[in-house]
């Protein structure tokens, strides 16, 4: 813990507080136990092993460099008979940016499916989520008509027939 973190955290104390005693009691007991594995020397953590990262999650936008709006659209599924149909728009300086713009929402491995087009709303699910007033202005934005300092879109749509 750095010197910055205090020891006690007043929102967490709070928390646990309006838990009631039990709770109290509960993470009383796994702290300890904590303890006692720390003292031991049994404490010793697994490495989480990384996921490889994604050429996008490594580079770096140029912050000189214009923004433009992006879409992007996906499709994800889930177990069984689910599916989920996925639309984002925004602003970014590059696609790099915007995949990861879109993983914050989205999660990393459909951003990185995702089908993304600069200035174009013609990406997968467009059609589907974008009202012809919203279709309008994200093309007013592309164009470079009065866009605001910061814009983002995002619709999901989760079904499962099982």
């Known amino acids: ?9 007043e929102t967490m104390a709070r928390l646990l507080a309006g838990k009631g005693q039990e709770t109290l009691d509960q993470w009383a007991a796994t702290i300890a136990r904590a303890g006692e594995l720390l003292a031991t020397g049994e404490a010793v953590a697994e490495p989480v ?12 936008s140029c ?3 214009p923004r433009h709006v992006w879409c992007a659209g996906a499709e994800g599924y ?18 790099d940016e915007f995949r990861r713009r879109i993983a914050l ?8 499916r995702a089908r993304l087009a600069k200035g174009s ?17 994200l093309e007013q ?3 470079g008509e009065d866009p605001p ?9 989760a079904e499962n027939r099982s």
Do not use: C, I
């Open 1 to 9: 813990m750095s010197r910055e973190t205090p020891l006690v955290s």
């Open 49 to 60: 092993a990384a996921e490889p990262a994604y050429p996008w999650e490594l580079t770096e």
């Open 63 to 65: 912050l000189e460099a």
């Open 78 to 95: 889930a177990t069984g008979a689910g599916q989920g149909a996925y639309f984002a728009a925004g602003f970014a300086r590059d696609e």
């Open 105 to 112: 929402e989205f999660g990393r491995e459909l951003a990185h």
């Open 121 to 137: 709303v013609k990406v997968p699910f467009a059609d589907f989520f974008l009202s012809p007033v919203m279709r309008s202005t």
């Open 141 to 143: 934005f592309g164009r």
């Open 149 to 157: 300092a910061s814009m983002v879109f995002f619709a999901r749509y």
